[in-house]
């Protein structure tokens, strides 16, 4: 009986008690739940500050500060400044993948040229080809799987295709032509380029696998540039035409098929020669162009009687149905230099006497930033989402050259000043 009742007790006992253990239990284990949160906040912490790291857009540079040239990245706010190749060559002219996942790049040894393809950390480094003429930078095909470039061949100059590791080189020029100026349609089916024939050039396309070539023009002008518009609608081609009186320099578009040619801009005098080393450009949404020619010209007599004459170069745009014909942007000085277009085609960017000028083609007004630069040497170029620039540039021949941001607010960042050139912004994902 006595048993019975100890029993009964410690089960009443048990039972008391019980609720209070299994609320010590749920207290745990919802401090463990708290933990858990806490954990999970630091994590969500962690991964907001990679995405705000993350939205900090990589600038890709060559430098030398380090004695030879090398190919660099840095943030779009000074920051995480990274050296990505490491060798006895010169390493420039850096180009981002339209996915943003690869950096191509030009390797100089001597007078020999190679291209290079590395991840964007500058791991997986390879070169894809060699001997390569830099008057025209490799492209990067708009699917990021295929680099078109010229090389030289014995005496001629070729324009080949090759995959971006180095594989399935494949010659586009015909074997009695030689071939300069390629560019990819936006699709990436297609390839513009021009081809020499027995001193003459002519306008050709063809698929991007040499089959098919249809030479676009038919006339015996001296061709020196021919670039699709941003749609694959139409061809800009830069020519020189032979009159008795002389020549002269043409800017000329026609639809993609040769036909309803429409003279854009020309120079009938030297010195107002439209410069074919920089060539022209399509504003993104296809309606502008703009050039170089030169806007001024400086004469200078000696004691001796002897006169020389110094060019100044301007800015121009127009638009492609000819209409808004040399609209001077602004002067360059002896440099010639494109400008940079917004990527809504709604400004356009040029250093001009120590300023940019930021031209409003809605408003049709100018907005000047001093930026106190007088020695631009590279043009003007926009960040993806269009309110940054960027661009390198010195004040004397004594100085190193300085990489440059500018905001729309006139804030004029230096990134860095070691000797930099060749600044490009990294693209959007895709």
């Known amino acids: ?49 990679g995405a705000a790291v993350k939205s900090l857009r990589r600038i890709a540079f060559s430098s030398k500060r380090d004695g030879n040239f090398e190919i660099y990245t840095i943030n779009e706010d000074g920051s995480g400044l990274k050296r990505l190749t490491n060798s006895k060559n010169d390493d420039l002219k850096p180009q981002w993948s339209p996915d943003g996942q690869r950096i191509m790049y030009l390797s100089k040894k001597g007078k020999a040229m190679a291209i290079r393809v590395m991840n964007d950390d500058g791991s997986g480094q390879v070169e894809i080809a060699r001997n390569c003429v830099a008057d025209y930078l490799p492209l990067w095909s708009p699917d990021s799987t295929k680099v078109l470039f010229m090389m030289k061949n014995k005496s001629k100059t070729i324009i080949c295709r090759v995959d971006t590791d180095g594989k399935n080189l494949i010659r586009l020029t015909e074997r009695d032509a030689e071939g300069t100026c390629p560019s990819w349609s936006a699709d990436g089916q ?79 005098r030297l010195r107002e020669s439209i410069d074919y080393q920089d060539g022209f450009s399509w504003s993104p949404d296809g309606k502008m162009l703009s050039f170089t020619k030169v806007a001024d010209v400086d004469a200078r007599v000696s004691e001796s009687g002897t006169v020389t004459f110094e060019y100044f170069y301007g800015t121009y745009l127009v638009g492609t149905d000819g209409n808004d014909y040399d609209r001077l942007l602004g002067k360059t000085g002896a440099k010639p230099m494109l400008p940079g277009w917004s990527p809504d085609s709604s400004r356009v960017a040029v250093l001009s006497e120590s300023k940019l000028v930021i031209y409003n083609l809605n408003t049709k007004m100018e907005d000047e930033i001093d930026v106190k630069v007088s020695l631009p040497l590279s043009m003007v170029k926009w960040s993806p989402e269009g309110d940054k620039l960027i661009f390198v540039g010195k004040n004397t021949s004594f100085q190193k050259s300085t990489l440059y941001l500018v905001t729309l607010d006139g ?19 895709k």
């Not at 804030?411 to 994902?429: F, G, H, I, Q, R």
Request: proline content about 3%; hydrophobic content about 35%; aromatic content about 6%.
């Open 190 to 268: 297609k390839i513009l380029c021009l081809e020499k024939y027995q001193r003459k050039k002519y306008i050709y396309m063809m698929n991007s696998d040499g089959t098919e070539r249809v030479k676009v023009t038919k006339n015996d002008d001296s061709y020196r540039e021919a670039v699709w518009s941003p749609d694959n609608s139409k061809i800009g081609y830069l020519s020189t035409k032979m009159t008795i009186a002389g020549s002269y320099n043409q800017i000329t578009v026609m639809d993609s098929n040769g036909a309803n040619e429409t003279k854009i801009a020309e120079a009938t």
């Open 411 to 429: 804030k004029v960042t230096k990134l860095s000043e070691a000797n930099d050139y060749d600044p490009v912004w990294e693209p959007n994902e």
């Open 1 to 49: 009986m006595g048993i019975r009742r100890s029993v009964l007790m410690i089960t009443v006992l048990l039972l008391a008690l019980g609720p209070m253990i299994m609320a010590e239990e749920k207290i745990d284990h919802i401090e463990s739940v708290d933990n858990i949160e806490n954990v999970e906040n630091v994590s969500n912490a962690e991964e907001d500050k």
